[in-house]
Every structure is written in C-alpha cells, then in structure tokens.
C-alpha cells in the first residue's frame, strides 16, 4: 500500500536559520506533489505544489524540491521566522493509477525560536 | 467569498447516537474528501467522492457513512458503530489537478 513517511519528530531552529522538511514515499508514483501548513485547531492550508517534471519551485522564502528516484520532497523554510511555527503536511498525487484518492503525511511540526 | 463551511465547530454525542457533520462548498468543487485527526498525528481518509451520487471508502471507513446528493454538500455520519469517535474531523474539496481547500473542522467529543 501507499505509505508516506514525514519526520515524526518537532523541528526546533532559531530564527533566521533555514529549515529543512522531508517527504519520502513508497509504492506510489505521483505525478506531483503538494505542500500544506497546518495551525493548531484549523485546517491545512495549501501552500505549493510541484510536479514531477519539475526539480524545483519557489515563492517567496520556501522552496520545494521533488525527486522521483528517490521518491523524496524536500521543503525549505529560508531566513525563518517565528511565524512560520506550525505542523507541515506533504501529499503526493496524480500519476498513474490514481483514483481520485489524497492521503497525506502525519506532518512535520516546525518550532522557530526567537 | 468561495470556501468550505463546516459545521458545527464542537459536536458532543452521547454513547449509542449517530451525529451528522455537515460540510458545504460553494467552491463548484467536484472532489470532496473526510478526513480524521487525532491529537498529535496527521489526517486519515474516511470517505471521498469524487462526483455527485458517487463516493468510495478511504483507509478508516467502518462506523462511518456519508451520502453525495448534491455537488456543494458532503454531510458525514459518525454511527453508533464507530467506537473512538472523539477526533477532529476535516472536510475538504478541489477541482481536477488543483490543490485541496479545507474547511477548519469539527471537533467531535463523547458525552
């Protein structure tokens, strides 16, 4: 089955620092990947999304990277600010034998200290 | 404003009840989705459908039913059947290939 595999474990930097997520999936070939921020007590809300024919994407201080062979997202948080803290949740979709279905990862909490 | 309205924000439910969750998009979204989260972990798929009168189980299906009969609403019934029923439950929409939107959830509890 398809299984999506973020790091269980909060994220602490200081502000100003880059931070670094990661995404790895298996049994699963998605024709793109999704990034979503999560606040405590709201729902996700979508932030980029990549396809796989693209290596990389940015706006403004986050940048996303997606490589098929690794089956790995990577999602960066540049010159980060206390405000970017939240739970990050990843979805890979699309792609061959896709039905319409769209799980995500257990999420990556992100504390920025000031 | 277009958006996904959830309602109500907190449900408590007594032992043996059914509770309905209601969820509307005035998004003309196709594709609407449940989801389940429990404290400190990510969101598990209950439901979706992705046309009106049509919909398929997701990974924790069992003690929930859902109905699609018209395209702006996806109500949720959490059965009696369904033993854990405390969680925060998180309705969401999109269009073919676009991003999912989401409504701020209900969040359900056991009398």
């Known amino acids: 089955s398809q299984k999506i595999e973020q790091n269980s474990e909060a994220l602490n930097i200081q502000e100003g620092k880059t931070a670094t997520l990661t995404c790895n999936y298996t049994?699963?070939?998605?024709?793109?990947l999704q990034w979503y921020r999560q606040d405590p007590g709201r729902g996700p809300v979508f932030l980029l999304l990549?396809?796989?024919?693209?290596k990389e994407k940015r706006k403004e201080r986050l940048k996303v990277t997606f490589d098929t062979t690794l089956k790995q997202s990577l999602f960066h948080i540049t010159a980060s600010q206390p405000a970017d803290s939240a739970t990050y949740l990843c979805a890979p979709d699309g792609g061959s034998g896709n039905t319409g279905k769209l799980i995500f990862g257990q999420g990556t909490t992100l504390q920025v200290k000031p | 404003d277009g958006g996904i309205t959830q309602s109500p924000k907190y449900l408590f439910r007594k032992e043996g009840q059914n509770v309905t969750l209601s969820c509307e998009q005035n998004l003309n979204h196709d594709a609407m989705y449940w989801y389940r989260q429990d404290p400190g972990q990510g969101l598990r798929l209950i439901y979706y459908s992705q046309i009106v009168n049509d919909f398929q189980k997701g990974d924790i299906a069992e003690g929930y039913s859902v109905s699609r009969e018209k395209k702006e609403s996806f109500p949720l019934t959490v059965t009696s059947a369904q033993k854990n029923p405390t969680a925060f439950y998180l309705c969401?929409?999109?269009?073919?290939?676009?991003?999912?939107?989401f409504g701020d959830g209900t969040r359900l509890s056991i009398l």
């Open positions: 049994n699963y070939s998605p024709a793109y």
């Open positions: 969401a929409s999109r269009g073919l290939g676009q991003p999912q939107h």
């Open positions: 990549i396809r796989e024919n693209e």
